[in-house]
């Protein structure tokens, strides 16, 4: 056991990091936390309009939702530009590549044939459907200019700064803008369905409970490495996305929503993440009864975090991360409240979320309710409450013991 830790220690996780923080990457983290306000402005919509069911004599907010979530795909587009020169070092090229990734977005995204003039059409490309899409061409046009960055064209010629600036700008926004009226208007490509396709199978793979399991698990034993939960924003965006916008368009036509794998049930339900990723609420409890001094003073200052679902201080402080005695649980519990979540939602026993509601800082299960509009949210809650502790509770007590064994030594 000594020589796995010491080789998830020392070798493994560095070395994630490492890969984590190479430019393309570190920038497909940094667009999804870019773009993360303007999800929650069309959250804060979607939470009024609760309110509004209640008291139809609200005004109407409709247009702030419509035009910042319902536009996310051109701000990922943008975002995901902007980022892929910042961290490749381009700042001549941060606002411009950005620009320039909208324009290619609106170039994609423009119906065609018998829907050429529908705007709504239109207003749903660009809307959270087509969040891989804005993924993609923002990569894309990305690789144009950093590849024509490197050229340095006209570096060291005697013409004005100026005048080589616009050159080396119009020349990426020409190619980037050339390639795709080729695809789409010379070869009549749909390039929105094509990109769309090929992510399809993994939106699907990630409704499924093998999928879903999966992707609750793989960022719990990451983050119990000390990597960052953040990292995997840009894969879980799309499909997250994607099933709530399938729920909401479906209870909208009066059918009942079928996607479990939404931010909504991962984050906002508190029930996965009850007390923050891993699933540590319990675990403070028990450190704040614990027998140990140094365990029961941390649980009491990590408690008012975790009840608001903020679990870094007790992560990095008890700590989880590379602890072996720890660890497993964390995984156990990702495993176990991704299941029990998939269950009772599939089969009824309570409601799927069909609005988007972020609320991962409300406190459960509060935020539970609001999210699944379901009361049995507070009974599902208990039970689950009781299963982490259990599962805690063995791997605690081996802590604990070898806690107080240090303490008394100490002493």
Not at 112 to 131: H, K, Q, R, W, Y
Request: net charge neutral; charged share 10%; aromatic share 12%.
């Amino acid at each position: 056991m000594k020589k796995i830790m010491y080789w998830l220690e020392h070798t493994f996780s560095p070395t994630m990091n490492r890969i984590f923080k190479k430019p393309w990457l570190a920038a497909m983290s940094s667009c999804m936390q870019k773009a993360v306000p303007f999800i929650l402005t069309g959250c804060m919509i979607y939470l009024y309009n609760v309110l509004v069911s209640f008291i139809p004599s609200l005004p109407d907010l409709s247009p702030i939702l419509n035009f910042s979530f319902g536009i996310i795909s051109l701000i990922i587009a943008f975002m995901m530009a902007n980022q892929c020169m910042e961290k490749l070092n381009h700042p001549e090229y941060i606002i411009n590549a950005g620009i320039a990734a909208i324009c290619v977005m609106f170039m994609v995204c423009m119906p065609v044939g018998d829907n050429a003039d529908s705007l709504s059409e239109f207003l749903g490309l660009i809307g959270p459907t087509g969040i891989s899409v804005g993924m993609i061409i923002g990569l894309a046009v990305s690789v144009v200019f950093h590849l024509w960055g490197k050229l340095q064209f006209l570096k060291d010629s005697n013409i004005p700064d100026f005048i080589t600036s616009w050159v080396n700008t119009v020349v990426p926004n020409l190619i980037s803008l050339g390639i795709s009226m080729i695809l789409v208007v010379n070869l009549e490509i749909n390039i929105f369905e094509v990109i769309i396709s090929v992510f399809m199978p993994l939106v699907n793979f990630g409704q499924t409970l093998p999928g879903f399991i999966l992707m609750c698990l793989i960022p719990a034993i990451f983050y119990t490495m000390g990597v960052s939960t953040w990292l995997w924003g840009a894969i879980e965006a799309p499909i997250y996305m994607a099933g709530i916008q399938a729920n909401i368009e479906a209870a909208a036509a009066g059918q009942a929503a079928t996607c479990v794998a939404t931010s909504e049930a991962v984050y906002s339900l508190g029930f996965i993440t009850m007390g923050g990723v891993c699933a540590t609420l319990t675990l403070t409890l028990l450190l704040c009864f614990s027998k140990s001094k140094q365990l029961k003073s941390l649980g009491r200052i990590f408690l008012t975090p975790s009840i608001f679902n903020i679990n870094e201080p007790i992560m990095f402080g008890a700590p989880v991360v590379f602890n072996p005695i720890l660890m497993l649980p964390a995984w156990i519990n990702a495993i176990v409240g991704s299941t029990y979540v998939y269950f009772i939602m599939k089969t009824g026993l309570l409601n799927i979320p069909t609005k988007m509601i972020e609320s991962s800082q409300l406190p459960a299960p509060f935020s539970s309710v609001i999210v699944t509009q379901d009361f049995r949210a507070i009974l599902w809650y208990v039970v689950l409450f009781a299963i982490y502790l259990v599962i805690w509770y063995p791997f605690f007590k081996i802590y604990e013991k070898q806690k107080l064994a240090e303490e008394n030594n100490a002493e």
